[in-house]
């Protein structure tokens, strides 16, 4: 099994589970070896109590030695009570520990026992003999006797030595056997001593190395090359493979998500790269529609504008004959007017005015009727441009709502990017990278946002520039109705003068009988004539703010193509 594939807890608890085993291994050997330590103790305490029974006969042994002498010292009745109270608890007492020892002796104590109860046996037998004896003679002189009983006494006595050096030494080997015990028991423990040094040394030394082996292999070395691949990932360079991809250990996740923020990261990069080549395609689209409908709109009004500037001209040269000819005919009128008088005299020269008068009214009513016509095309050239310009005012209202459009999108992505910039921040150090792209995101949504206000901007103004324009053409249409109810004006006071006219042609022949008549028709038609030079006046003061009204409409036009342009 590779370490790789192995989590770091689970590496961590082979070293403790190994140090774990080697402690029990260390504590059994320990609790094993007390317990032989206390299985020896336990041999010892009764190689001990042996030996200190064996003792306690040899000391009974010497009261019923001691109790012999009194015997054979004094025998009244009142010291033999008590020595053979006496001898009665120091022979139970003995005997006692004799079955004692008997008990758990082995084959070589048995047959040491044997020889000491035998030894024992003589000696009470030796004893009953003395005792008897000294009830049988009673508390007297010395006798021959009395000497037999202490020479009994002494035979005793040396029974007792005999039996004291076989109890000496059953005490010997009962001491040899506990010392023995002792210094197995000692050997034993230096044995686990040094078993429990050695394996606890074997031990930590193989901890040691194994945890060094596994923190470099399976911890150290992984992790460097882990957070290589981050810092690497951090700084933006995603040219790397990860490292610890299908590990099963918890770096093999760390890769995982590692693999995650890397894919993340070029899907990020394309992202950015199709919102820029999508920015600048809307740019140039934008850009390319602006262009559009400036062309559009130069070539509609500056077309009207022209037409309304040429009519204007026209108008005023019309307006200029007008007055000349309402001169001319006032002059002309102040001749008839003055030759009246000599009317009988004049007449042919009355009828040659007059004829040259109705000529001269015919071609007034020509212009004048040319002038309606000019004027009538103005005005509906006018509504043509008013037309325009409104439809213009409403692609412009057009633009802008795409311009919000865009706007609204700019904010979602802003949004997204604050979106992605707390995921990056709740990712810590991992997803500082992911936060970075996530801020330049932002960036670019802030920039189309300002670029969204001050498109925006622009179209406001044209849309106030439009708002002028149609201000400034329904000014014009205006001025044009206006001169056109001046031509209407200047008609009605031309067919006046022509009716007169040929009222004086009437009467021309009739110009004896009908002087006065032809002076009151020559008054009238110096009335007329005036009143034709004051409308010829007010055609050429209208047709002169008809003019400068389209060199207006003209700036502005130019001015607002201009700002269209360099939006």
Known sequence: MSLSNIRIVRK???????????????????????????????????????????????????????????????????????????????????????????????????????????????????LETTMQKARALGAVAPTADQMALITSVKEGRTLVDQLQQRIRALAEHYDKAGTDMAHRGQVMADGAKRTMLIGTAAGTLLGIALGLFIGHVGVARPIAATVDCLQRLAAGDVGFTVFGIGRKDELGAVAETMQVFKTNILRTREMEAAAKEQEQRVAAEKKKAMDELADLFDAKVAGVVQAVSSAAEQLSSTASAMSSIAEETNRQATTVAAAADQTTANVQTVSAAADQLS?????????????????????????????????????????????????????????????????????????????????????????????????????????????????????????????????????????????????????????????????????????????????????????????????????????????????
């Open 12 to 126: 961590i608890l082979i070293i403790v589970g190994l140090l774990s085993a080697i402690l029990i291994y260390v504590g059994y050997a320990g609790y094993h070896s007390a317990v032989t330590l206390g299985m020896a103790g336990q041999d010892i305490d009764d190689a001990d109590g042996q030996a200190l029974r064996a003792s306690r006969m040899n000391n009974t042994l010497l009261a019923l030695n001691r109790s012999q002498y009194r015997v054979g010292l004094d025998a009244s009745q009142e010291s033999m009570a008590t020595v053979e109270k006496s001898v009665a608890e120091s022979r139970a007492l003995f005997e006692r520990s004799l079955d004692d020892l008997r008990s758990s002796a082995d084959p070589q104590e048995q047959e040491m026992l044997r020889g000491v109860a035998d030894g024992y046996a003589a000696f009470m037998t030796s």
């Open 359 to 567: 000529s001269s009214i015919g071609e007034i009513s020509q212009r004048v009727g040319h002038s309606s016509e000019v004027s009538s095309s103005a005005v509906e050239r006018a509504r043509l441009a008013n037309d325009m310009v409104r439809g213009l005012a409403s692609n412009a209202e057009r633009i802008g709502r795409v311009i919000e459009l865009i706007s609204n999108i700019a904010s979602q992505t802003n949004l997204l990017a604050l979106n992605a910039t707390i995921e990056a921040a709740r990712a810590g150090d991992a997803g500082r990278g992911f936060a970075v792209v996530a801020g330049e995101v932002k960036t670019l949504a802030t920039q189309t946002a300002k670029a969204t206000d001050e498109i925006v901007a622009q179209i406001a103004e044209v849309q106030a520039s439009t708002r002028q324009a149609v201000g400034a053409i329904e000014g014009i249409g205006a001025v044009i109705d206006e001169l056109s109810q001046i031509s209407s004006a200047i008609a009605s006071a031309v067919e006046e003068q022509s009716a007169a006219t040929q009222e004086i042609a009437r009467n021309v022949d009739q110009a004896a009988h009908g002087t006065q008549d032809v002076s009151r028709s020559i008054a009238g038609v110096t009335v007329a004539s005036a009143e034709a030079g004051q409308a010829a006046s007010l055609v050429l003061a209208a047709a002169s703010g008809l003019g400068r009204s389209s060199d207006i409409l003209r700036t502005e036009v130019g001015s607002f193509i201009s700002r269209v342009r360099a939006a």
